[in-house]
């Protein structure tokens, strides 16, 4: 795998799932990955499992860095695979394009009943 920015090969795992050098320039949607995080969290504590089990921090960053707009684009970030494209990849698509997290999963849907 080669960095998407300079085209040097990619080694290290962090570096081969961000898709780019440690050394090369971020082009992360701040404004995006926010909304992912938010979304993990909900999903995390509706499942009840901590974040990191639904996409780890490096995969929410490679997803607000290349925004994927197709399943195949998406299945193409380390860490997704079948099973958690099939699970969240439509919510993640839709958050990519332009959707707020209340519209994917409602607050009220992840509250904690007494």
Do not use: N
Request: net charge neutral; proline share 7%.
């Amino acid at each position: 795998m080669s960095c998407r920015i300079c085209g040097a090969t990619l080694l290290a795992g962090p570096d081969r799932k961000l898709g780019r050098c440690p050394t090369c320039p971020s082009d992360m949607d701040e404004e995006l990955h926010g909304r992912l995080r938010e979304w993990r969290l909900r999903v995390a504590g509706a499942q009840k499992v901590p974040a990191y089990v639904v996409f780890t921090d490096a995969t929410l960053t490679a997803m607000a860095e290349r925004k994927p707009g197709r399943p195949e684009e998406l299945i193409a970030i380390a860490g997704i695979g079948p099973r958690k494209l099939g699970l969240y990849g439509e919510s993640v698509l839709a958050l990519v394009g332009g959707a707020t997290v209340d519209e994917i999963c409602p607050q009220k849907t992840f509250e904690i009943e007494s």
